[in-house]
């Protein structure tokens, strides 16, 4: 579209009587194109940066037997680990997405007892916590691992509360 409407634009096609629809008739196709290729530029550019993870960047959750590692290989030991949210999101958009509504993605909101030296953490209401998020993989990869993750926590007695949240996308 944005070659069309450029096309129209530079060689004042087409004629009509009046000025102004001759703008729209060749700026709209303009406008539109460049939007899609701008936005199409950006999705390409995050998919380009999530891919691009490597190494300890590349881990979002990994379990062991003295506590877990999050992105950039920082560890987290059982003990400092107060409780732990498990989230499911739900698409109650008016267009739904083109995979099924129960395999949306999941995350897990890791509660600590004490600040310890990671970049992501963050604080709630006093408490840190840190976020890890299973959206780049399709559900039939993340949802066993989610699962038997859930039993690890419980298995370690670290209360794991289970949430409904709503994503519209």
């Keep these: 579209m944005f070659g069309t409407g450029l096309y129209l634009a530079l060689n004042d096609l087409p004629e009509t009587s009046s000025y102004l629809s001759q703008i729209v008739l060749s700026g709209t196709p303009t406008t539109v194109g460049g939007a899609c290729i701008v936005f199409g530029c950006f999705g390409m550019v995050t998919a380009l940066i999530g891919m691009a993870r490597k190494g300890e960047d590349a881990i979002d959750l990994l379990l062991s037997s003295r506590g877990i590692t999050v992105r950039g290989g920082h560890k987290i030991p059982w003990d400092a680990i107060s409780h732990v949210t498990g989230i499911r999101y739900d698409n109650r958009a008016a267009i739904q997405l083109m995979w099924d509504r129960a395999d949306l993605n999941r995350a897990f909101v890791i509660h600590l007892k004490e600040p310890v030296d990671i970049p992501r ?25 989610y699962e038997r993750t859930v039993a690890e926590f419980e298995r370690r007695r670290i209360p794991v509360d289970m949430v409904h949240r709503t994503k519209e996308t």
């Design 121 to 145: 953490l963050t604080t709630k209401d006093g408490v840190p916590q840190l976020k890890i998020d299973v959206l780049r993989y399709p559900a039939e990869d993340y949802r066993p691992l």
